[in-house]
């Protein structure tokens, strides 16, 4: 059972996601994290990412590995952990454009796509491009949105004393330049499930989703 969570930053997607793995005994896996851990090494080392070719050539050099338990999930790059350091504003500010490089969205998707096949018991991937291009045959696809408000709010929780007028204009910027980039764009998966979770608490969300998983089992 492959479950692709796709959709902007602040929906809910990692929570929901983490949560629907741990109840239905699935593997789970962030492929944000990637990106951010590979942008993360980028900046640590230096590289030049105002110049697409030199983060194209540095693609390939960074060992990420990520650890898939939905209750502890791991991030390391060639073996130090960097759950915390991938999270910062600097490394944020910059993965759109790491990630819109297609060396490096090549280099991320083979390992995601490697991480999916291997999951014995199944696996929840989260995204933003898992069901139209990591996983396109994958069980079930699910498209979380919700209002820009809602969206900066729940990321400025996360974020302590973050501004959130400043937080919904950076989740916008964000958007534009995923969903306007050339390499597989953020986007909805034609035969994707879209759940709004504007108005939806969090248990709303996972039990939501639960239900759309467990038809589908339901159905093999």
């Known amino acids: 059972m492959i479950v692709a969570i796709d959709g902007p930053s602040g929906t809910g997607k990692s929570s929901t ?14 492929t944000g994290a990637q990106y951010r851990a590979i942008t993360w090494w980028m900046v640590h080392n230096g590289i030049d990412l105002t110049d697409p070719g030199a983060i194209a050539d540095a693609a390939g050099k960074p060992g990420i590995v990520s650890g898939t338990d939905p209750l502890a999930p791991t991030i390391t790059v060639d073996g ?50 898992i069901g139209t291009t990591v996983l ?58 879209e759940v709004d979770t ?6 709303q969300v996972i039990e939501c989703v639960v239900t759309l998983v467990e038809e589908k089992r339901a159905e093999k």
């Open 17 to 30: 996601s983490k949560a629907v793995a741990a109840q239905l005994g699935l593997s789970y896996l962030d």
């Open 198 to 203: 504007t108005e939806l608490t969090l248990q």
């Open 136 to 193: 396109p045959d994958a069980d079930l696809k699910i498209f979380l949105t919700a209002s820009p408000e809602a969206r900066a709010a729940r990321r400025s929780g996360e974020l302590k004393g973050a501004d959130v007028k400043a937080t919904q204009e950076a989740l916008i910027k964000r958007d534009a330049a995923d969903s306007s980039r050339k390499t597989s764009p953020l986007a909805k998966a034609d035969d994707a499930v």
């Open 80 to 129: 130090a952990d960097v759950s915390g350091p991938i999270r910062t504003t600097e490394v944020t500010s910059k993965v759109s454009a790491v990630s819109a490089v297609p060396e490096v969205r090549t280099r991320i998707t083979e390992l995601q796509r490697w991480i999916a096949e291997s999951a014995e018991k199944g696996i929840v991937v989260e995204g933003r491009d």
